[in-house]
């Protein structure tokens, strides 16, 4: 099993939509998680991290689940601008542990 | 001016040539990583260094060397470039560990094609 599964996609919604994915990981003692996104031909910049309750950024909402192992990321009223790639990222307990990232999801917002 | 930056941000070479890529930080963060890109695969960890002193493999280090020459500068070379090492290349800094969570800054990445 891979450390880290994504859905590539693409997901292609409609502007104004909600829509969701979510990142599995293998690593059951990992305990930071993260969505990083990433426009075309650009780095990949933090979104947000992923806390154990859940957390909340404008449009965005990130989800935890530990015992089924995986993290989601939720984007509601969806924006043009928010065509990229996802991609999920977590990293163990030890602050020697590294930071391990999914391939993405690319997600395409049509007008 | 960026906190991370990359050089060259394009090169074309030819196979077996020597290539190095360079990378410098603003950021004064002690750890710097290596990552490569290729579609379908996300990102791959090169090599990564924690502080001057601390050079580590990642996943995918065959082939490839560092060098940390100062906090801010971290190199990665190409002894005997092939084609399979065609593919876009990212340096990383990152925040120092503690209770908070780790966020990792990227370059503007460097694009490679190895003829």
């Known amino acids: 099993r891979k450390e880290v599964e994504q859905d590539p996609g693409p997901f292609n919604v409609p502007e104004g939509a909600t829509v969701a994915f979510n990142c599995t990981y293998s690593?059951?003692?990992?305990?930071?998680f993260f969505w990083y996104r990433q426009d075309c031909r650009k780095e990949p910049k933090l979104l947000m991290s992923?806390?154990?309750s859940g957390n909340e950024d404008g449009r965005f909402t990130a989800q935890l689940n530990r015992a089924s192992q995986y993290i989601s990321l939720l984007i509601r009223d969806s924006k043009l601008s928010d065509s990229a790639t996802y991609l999920c990222a977590f990293q163990g307990y030890s602050s020697a542990s590294k930071i391990i990232f999914g391939s993405g999801t690319r997600l395409s917002i049509r007008p | 001016d960026a906190d991370v930056t990359q050089t060259p941000r394009n090169r074309i070479t030819k196979t077996g040539k020597r290539i190095m890529l360079e990378c410098s930080q603003t950021k004064g963060h002690d750890r710097m990583y290596w990552y490569r890109q290729d579609p379908g695969l996300g990102l791959r960890l090169i090599y990564y260094s924690f502080d001057v002193k601390d050079i580590n493999k990642g996943e995918i280090s065959d082939g490839y060397s560092v060098s940390r020459q100062a906090q801010a500068k971290f190199s990665l070379s190409l002894e005997s470039a092939i084609p399979n090492q065609t593919a876009l290349y990212f340096c990383a800094t990152s925040d120092p560990p503690g209770h908070l969570q780790e966020t990792q800054y990227f370059g503007p990445g460097t694009r490679l094609l190895v003829l």
């Open positions: 690593n059951s003692a990992s305990q930071s």
């Open positions: 992923v806390y154990s």
